[in-house]
């Protein structure tokens, strides 16, 4: 026992000596149990939804078939909003907005109730995908792991990241897209200290899958030779996709302000949602579900709809989604996004065969892989992403060098055009989207009460200026708060470069009262504004300084000098790993 | 190591809340404990230099009072001494006499610049100021080495025309020798202080022996710090 409190051994695991200033180990230690478990999590959805299809495939001959993506999509959001008390949507913003805001603080309900409500929405065949669920539910395990060891922020956030990492990993069977889209979309910043941990969680994800589920390639493929000819058709196909990208981040949104603007219960509107896409699915049964088994026809080649169909089935697949998740059901976009993508590479092949078909094109099922990395990347503007996962998923390495074409410029395209990617778009109206390093991040992390400098002598409204001039004697500041003298109340500021003409005439000592000197109107800031608000009114007023004031009291004084010293510091501290 | 949040922000020169934050996020290596932060020493004084900052062990010095702050005019007055019956019949005679009965100095070569760079001084303005009295000081600081600031005050035997700016003879001598022009202003500021005060003036005027001089400044010292 001795022994054991010599060793200094906590409570806490974080605390033992062993841990305490390098938390390389333990966090990766923690962040492979994180990875096991955010593989189960996503194990089981892929569970759930085959049991929900074999379910209910039964049904689906049936006249009021159409019915059931809107039942499903109404029980999914009744349960959003009535028992775990969540809104709707995807789950990889929420999980962003976390991690730059909060540290990766996450609730514990958030790590099963996407489960539930995504497998709902998808299960009952809304168009929309297992995935942001599962990296909602993924990175909500990390958070409360982390809680449980009592991790600090930066800790917590490498979790939240393990957790993702290992969902993304186990859903697709993909190992290094998890890493790799956790870096890139979630966390924001490769770092040693973030990569090692995130990328053993990964394979822990992926291996708990395999043990559990076999060692399955989502999509396999036919061996495709691939001619220059079809490296430059890719350039074609990129700007297919980004245009295809960009019409789907619109019609999302569009979908989603129109059914903000419809007062009705949310669950109505999801059933609506959802049964629009019930009929549309009656017509075009491909647009149905998470679509994997039309992406696994058209990789190989089977898929045998002709030009005009498969146009067709683009722009279905695209109202489709938009209905589901724009309307109220629960799903991620990613699923969405490879069908779509695959359409539309199919698509695209259809039609240069028909331009041209003298030359020997590659196999159809090869743009189909590149749409679905041209979606990807133009979507989430994560270019690595999409290369990884489509190599991986698809185990086809060989159509590397067109994939990596068809991400860059279809990333690129996407981002001229929609700055920001889907999942950032809110978060950066919002002004929530804070990367680690930049400068809304510092400028988010500093507060105003860690700025303000208290040293000001505060004076009264009836001092006379003959005594003003002795107290600014002793003080090495400009400015002067007027208080009342009984309530404190802050009444105004005397700044010395306003007065300077009146200070040397004797005359006025005994005549003027601070009252009649100060000025009222000036510009105040309170201790909870955001910093980057404060800036701007101080560029705006030509101002550079600001009295703070709290209840009416003033606080202090917060100078662009003192935030300037304070800034670099913080920036200092931030980027040192 | 153990420390209270407040004492290792001050030890870092940071507000609570930021160091608060620090650990919260994990930028720092410390942890709370209670109502304590514990951390290594070592292993912070290394993060703080990567990181800009600097670790000074709570209580260890409290920051040194800038230069000529702490000094006040009776310790000045002291140092220079207090002289009577200086002779001479022109401005460079009493300077003469004056700069020769400073014992501060331990060579004539140094009296000898002191003289010549008072007259020079002289040359360029009388430093009569008014009501018969004069500070006589270098333009710019001398340099004397180790020798602190002080002032010398002469009471002449006979009044001089010094050129004064109201044209009245001049009864009294403060040589104000100063290190540098910080400590030069700050003990002007005291010295002018007191000359603006009637009573001191005719306090002078009535040659006053040094016991009741050196107490007179000490009072005018003390009503200077407490405005």
Redesign the interface.
Known sequence: MKFIKRLNIGKYP??WIFF??DDRLLLISIGALVGSCSGLAALALNRGLIAMFELLGHYRHLWWAFMMPGIGAALSSLFLEKVVKEGAGHGVPEVIYSVSRY?GLMRFRSSFSRLISSCLTIGSGGSAGPEAPVVMSGAAIGSNIAQIFS?????RVALVGCGTAGAVAAIFNAPIAGLVFTIEVIIGEWSALNIVPIAVASVFGAQVCRLLQGNQIAFTHLQFNIDPADTIACLGLAVVTAVVSIMLTRALRLSNRVSHRIHLPVWLKAAIGGCAVGLIGFLLPDVLGEGYHSIQAMVEGTFSNGLLLVALLVFAKIVATSFTLGWGGSGGIFAPCLVIGSFTGLMYHRFIEMLWPGIAWVNEGCFALLGMAGLISGILQAPLTGMFLIVEITGGYEVILPLILVSAISTTLCHSFEPASFYMKDLVEKGHFLRPRTDARVLA???V??LVEKDCIIVTKDMKLGDFV?IMQ?SHRNFFPVEDENSGEFLGLIHLDDIREYLFDPLFYETVFLEQIMDIQVQTVGLDDDLSVILDRMDAGNLYSMPVIANNQFVGMISKATLLD?Y??EL???T?H | MKLALKELAAALNITPNTLERWIRQGRIPVRIKGNHCVFSLPSLQKWAVANNLAYKPPGAEALPVPEGQADNLRAAMERGGLYYNIEGESVEEVIRSGVNSITSFDTQGQRETLYESLLAREELMSTGIGKGVAIPHPRTPLDYGEIPAFITTCFLKNPVDYKAVDRQPVFVLFLLICPSSKRHLHLLARLSFCLRDEEFINFLTHTPDQSAFFKKIEELDHRFDTP
């Open positions: 974080s605390q305490r200033f540290g991790l600090n922020d930066r800790q992390d500093l507060s009460s860690e002795k002793k304070k670099r510091n200092i501290v931030q040192d």
